[in-house]
């Protein structure tokens, strides 16, 4: 087998971009208002996952952001039933405290547990998770919102779904993260997220040029233009979006299409 | 002799076998998830998955037994599937971790991907195929696999390499030897092609029995 370097590959277009739709859950049950019509029960989260893996989309998240004690048996429940109809990566999110925790998911039929506030306030879990279940299961996610007039821009860490500042910096969080052993990060702009305005830009391109994990851009998409622009520009490895699949705004394969016209590679 | 009709998947601790038996039973087959080496002999198809690092799942594949059981049915020529850390523990070694010896079944080295792009190599990437083969049927040269791995195989035998991928350098992603078959890709995770696999890999080992 050759094993030489090829030189004129850049590492951004080796893989596709990914294109992963999130289900935001309470109780078990999807809960950003959807406008499905062509499923039986909206709010359900293996038909939504099933619905999402039969369009083409690349990974599904799941995140219970109630994540409450008593949720977690039911998070459990849908992991395994998604896991039945969707064959493609499943990253689960929400009230994952320990490695027992993201032991429970993997077994459930996660590919990837997403670790928030518990990473923060005990950064030795990412390393335990890694060292474990390896990096690939290990996804930080952060909340990042803009310290106001910061100039140039700064970005805090925020836990608890967005409501505690953590006294952290983004940028330097997440270089933290992938020492300890993250093996993706998962950006959300707090500032962005539901208003449909786009991706905070310079907070992905800050943290993915930062890193040497995959960025997952996510919070404000609301226009295909702001897909095509974190992935370039921002330099994300993949999208996340809830409300413009949701409401059927855009189709998966309409995203994809739209980006294959430009040039992005993506999985068709 | 009859073809035997059931499907086993080595079931040693190591593998996420749920995804793997998931996605086999939504083709209809109901496969036999099983650590029991006398049913793995009998098997008419042998599923071998795997996750996590070569060294632990090499001592997990020793201390239970599998390794003797793995080689038998491969010498027989038994319809086998190997992925991932399944296809690279077929090796003769691995420099994972502090390095260890595999089960010496394909000639040739594992080793870390060369510095350059992202490690581990995560995502969606292509598969060119280098031979005809009924496992690729209705897949297009070029389809999109799902990719978990920092390290990867390197056969001896260019004359073994089905399928090959590009990443900084040209990675060995599939194996055909007989019929023994092997993905650094997971075709449980990579959508309609990597089903679309599962169900050649079925058809060719049982021909059309559910």
């Known amino acids: 087998m050759p094993w030489e370097t090829n030189d004129n590959l850049g590492d951004d277009i080796l893989l596709t971009k990914r294109i992963i739709p999130c289900l935001d859950m309470i109780r078990g049950r999807v809960v950003k208002g959807t406008s499905f019509t062509d499923l039986r029960d909206t709010g359900d989260p293996v038909e939504m996952a099933a619905f999402y893996y039969r369009e083409g989309a690349d990974e599904i998240v799941l995140l219970d952001i109630g994540a409450t004690i008593e949720a977690r048996e039911t998070m459990v429940n849908v992991v395994e039933r998604v896991s039945e109809q969707v064959f493609v990566p499943l990253t689960v999110g929400g009230g994952v405290r320990n490695t027992d925790d993201i032991r429970r998911m993997l077994a459930a039929g996660a590919d990837k547990t997403s670790i928030n506030t518990a990473a923060v306030h005990n950064p030795h879990i990412v390393a335990e998770g890694a060292e474990r279940f390896g990096s690939q299961c290990i996804v930080l996610a952060i909340d990042a919102r803009e310290v106001a007039g910061s100039k140039p821009r700064r970005w805090e860490v925020l836990t608890h779904g967005g409501r505690t500042p953590a006294g952290l910096d983004a940028v330097q969080w997440a270089r933290q993260a992938v020492e300890l052993g993250a093996g993706e990060i998962l950006l959300t702009s707090y500032d962005a997220d539901g208003s449909q305005k786009g991706y905070d830009l310079e907070l992905t391109r800050a943290v993915s040029t930062a890193v040497n994990v995959p960025v997952v851009a996510s919070g404000g998409a609301g226009h295909l233009d702001h897909v095509y622009q974190v992935l370039t520009y921002g330099k994300a490895d993949a999208i996340l979006a809830a409300s413009i699949f949701h409401f059927r705004t855009y189709s998966i394969v309409q995203v994809k299409e739209y980006l294959m016209a430009k040039g992005i590679p993506v999985r068709y | 002799m009859p073809v035997p009709r059931n499907i086993a998947v080595i079931d040693y601790g190591a593998g996420n076998v749920r995804s793997v038996a998931n996605a086999l039973a939504s083709l209809g087959y109901h496969p036999d998830l099983t650590a029991d080496p006398a049913r793995i002999l009998k098997a008419g198809a042998i599923l071998f998955p795997g996750v996590g690092a070569g060294p632990s799942a090499m001592r997990e594949l020793d201390s239970s037994g599998m390794s003797g059981c793995i080689r038998q049915v491969i010498a027989e020529n038994r319809p086998f599937l190997a992925i991932c850390i399944g296809m690279q523990v ?72 089905a399928g090959t991928t590009e990443y900084g350098v040209t ?34 080992a049982l021909g059309n029995q559910r």
């Open chain 2, 171 to 204: 990675l060995c992603s599939m194996i055909i030897k007989g019929n023994l078959f092997a993905t650094q890709f997971h075709p449980e995770k990579s959508g309609k092609s990597g089903l679309r696999m599962f169900a050649n890999f079925l058809e060719y």
């Open chain 2, 90 to 161: 077929l090796f003769d070694s691995t420099q994972e971790g502090r390095g260890c010896d595999c089960l010496g079944i394909i000639p040739g080295e594992v080793r870390r991907i060369p510095p350059g792009p992202k490690i581990p190599h995560m995502g969606w990437n292509r598969v060119k195929q280098h031979i005809r083969h009924p496992v690729f049927d209705g897949i297009p040269d070029g389809a999109s696999f799902y990719f978990v791995h920092s390290y990867c195989g390197r056969p001896a035998d260019p004359t073994v390499v």
